[in-house]
T-cell receptor
Framework: AQSVTQLGSHVSVSEGALVLLRCNYS??????LFWYVQYPNQGLQLLLK??????LVKGINGFEAEFKKSETSFHLTKPSAHMSDAAEYFC????????????FGTGTLLAVQP | KAGVTQTPRYLIKTRGQQVTLSCSPI?????VSWYQQTPGQGLQFLFE???????NKGNFPGRFSGRQFSNSRSEMNVSTLELGDSALYLC?????????????FGPGTRLTVT
């Protein structure tokens, strides 16, 4: 069965500092992995996706993630945090089979300090 | 192209009542999925519809039901509401071509049960 684990429910960084949000996956098949961001009182916005085409995936707003099969990881990074990056971030894996069902991690709330 | 729309955005109901939530997917998307988001349980998959057929169902009681119409619009219904049904209900649509599987989420319907 597919699952994802997000380490750190709360992460705080200073503006301009590196953002690193951790996600580890468990999958019995080659995974389809996603990062979503949720701002207060809004839905989920797709940041980026991994679909086996390339291990380093670039997304919107300067975010990127690297798929590492040996570490079963798909960590999200951004070189320089901006105040507007403060939000909750979710890692997700597509379930196996003919379905679009996503299995989400528990989320990481990112705070950006001035 | 317009995004996923959900109506209503906010809803207050009383225990024992029933409620119907509506979702209009992105034009051309045939797959619609529903998720429940609560602080305690996080993001949980409710069900998925594709071409008017339920393709997948999560682990929720039978009080939760849904349907999809020929224009891909979807509704979900919750009967005999309980306090624990208070949540943000998110709808997502997917184009599902080329093996990409990404889902685009609407802003959600915030349901409060009193």
């Amino acid at each position: 069965a597919q699952s994802v684990t997000q380490l750190g429910s709360h992460v705080s960084v200073s503006e301009g500092a590196l953002v690193l949000l951790r996600c580890n996956y468990s999958s019995s098949v080659p995974p389809y992995l996603f990062w979503y961001v949720q701002y207060p009182n809004q839905g989920l916005q797709l940041l980026l996706k991994y679909t086996s085409a390339a291990t380093l995936v670039k997304g919107i707003n300067g975010f990127e993630a690297e798929f590492k099969k040996s570490e079963t990881s798909f960590h999200l990074t951004k070189p320089s945090a901006h105040m507007s990056d403060a939000a909750e971030y979710f890692c997700a894996v597509k379930d196996g089979g003919a379905t679009n069902k996503l299995i989400f991690g528990t989320g990481t709330l990112l705070a950006v300090q001035p | 192209k317009a995004g996923v729309t959900q109506t209503p955005r906010y809803l207050i109901k009383t225990r024992g009542q029933q409620v119907t939530l509506s979702c209009s997917p992105i034009s051309g998307h045939r797959s619609v999925s529903w998720y429940q988001q609560t602080p305690g349980q996080g993001l949980q998959f409710l069900f998925e519809y594709f071409s008017e057929t339920q393709r997948n169902k999560g682990n929720f009681p039978g009080r939760f039901s849904g349907r999809q119409f020929s224009n891909s619009r979807s509704e979900m219904n919750v009967s005999t509401l309980e306090l624990g049904d208070s949540a943000l209900y998110l709808c997502a649509s997917s184009l599902e071509t080329g093996g990409t599987y990404e889902q685009y989420f609407g802003p959600g319907t915030r349901l409060t049960v009193t």
